[in-house]
């Protein structure tokens, strides 16, 4: 195939940021990498006074931007052929309904997860929780876990988008490391 035809295809069959997203994403096969994943888009920031932790109505939600973004996540995760063996989300709405329009598998509450957004004062010992976690993970499990801006930068000290996946490279000693950044951006 010439050159030229390659980059047609890429650039107008394949959705955007697809194909170097399957490449990326087949990274989460190698043992010790996990996937942590800012929720899709939601428009605003933080959550309405009158949120409630277990009614989605009083949340910020996922718009239906964000809600195709998390298709297209999940469908390049899969066109990339990585088989997704735990998926951990924060309880709020917009994560768990990011987790579960990825369509990899059913998600499992992780307190540590939940977003301290409104009590930064919990951000030191939630990311304590956290990495402990992160390094009790078995190594050859391919894990993704969606959470929150807050966490992520706590965490890893790097500014994330709406969609936006880092890879962490887990090592045995409990230390950590971002080894790549995938967005994928849908546009309207």
């Known amino acids: 195939m010439s050159v030229f035809f390659i980059a047609f295809i890429t650039a107008f069959i394949l959705p955007p940021g697809s194909a170097a997203a399957d490449a990326r994403f087949s990274r989460l096969s190698e043992p010790g990498i996990v996937a942590l994943m800012r929720h899709a888009q939601a428009p605003g920031t933080g959550d309405p006074a009158s949120f409630r932790l277990d009614d989605c109505t009083t949340q910020r939600n996922l718009d239906r931007l964000g809600e195709a973004q998390a298709r297209e996540i999940g469908a390049a995760i899969r066109a990339a052929g990585v088989s997704v063996d735990r998926i951990f989300t924060s309880q709020w709405c917009r994560c768990r309904d990011t987790a579960k329009l990825l369509e990899l598998g059913q998600a499992e509450n992780l307190p540590a997860l939940n977003s301290f957004f409104r009590d930064l004062g919990q951000a030191g010992k939630q990311t304590a929780t956290l990495r402990e976690f992160l390094s009790s993970l078995p190594l ?34 409990g230390g950590m490391s971002v080894v790549d950044e995938i967005l994928i951006d849908i546009r309207s």
Do not use: F, Q, W
């Open 140 to 173: 050859k499990e391919t894990v993704l876990m969606v959470t929150h801006y807050v966490n992520i930068a706590a965490l890893t000290g790097r500014s994330v988008a709406s969609g936006e996946v880092l890879l962490l490279k887990i090592k045995p000693d």
